[in-house]
C-alpha cells in the first residue's frame, strides 16, 4: 500500500498510523520531496478528474490567474501541494482523502 501526500498533513499522518497500528504495510510517499512523474501524476488524474485539485487551499488560492485555469497535470506538476491528500494505492484501488468510509474499507481488506 502506498499513501501520497505531503508531510506535514494531518490527514496523511492520521491515515498512516492508523494503518500501520492495524499492521497494513504502508510506504509513504511525499510528492514534495519525491516528485511524482507525468505519467503518474496522469494514472491519478485519470482515476479523480479535477477532484485531486485541492481548490480550497491557501496554495490555490495563491496561484496566478493563468495556472488557476491550466489543466490540473499542469497545477499538480508545479505545485505539488495542491494535491488533495492523502492519495491511498491499495493495489489497483485507489481512494481520496481520509475518512470512516475510506478507513473501514482499507481495514476490512
Excluded: N
Excluded at 505545485?79 to 491499495?90: A, E, G, N, Q, W
Amino acid at each position: 500500500m502506498i499513501i501520497y501526500g505531503i508531510s506535514t498533513c494531518t490527514a496523511t499522518r492520521r491515515a498512516q498510523k492508523t494503518l500501520e497500528a492495524a499492521g497494513r504495510e504502508v510506504t509513504f510517499r511525499d510528492v514534495r520531496s519525491e516528485p511524482m512523474s507525468e505519467a503518474e501524476w496522469g494514472e491519478l488524474i485519470a482515476e479523480f478528474g479535477e477532484r485531486l485539485v485541492d481548490r480550497k487551499s491557501t496554495e490555490w488560492r495563491g496561484l496566478s490567474d493563468w495556472l488557476k485555469h491550466a489543466e490540473a497535470d499542469a497545477q499538480l506538476a508545479a505545485k505539488p501541494k495542491l494535491m488533495v491528500s492523502p492519495v491511498i494505492r491499495d493495489g489497483d484501488t485507489f481512494y481520496l482523502g481520509w475518512d470512516d468510509t475510506i478507513e473501514a474499507a482499507l481495514l476490512a481488506g
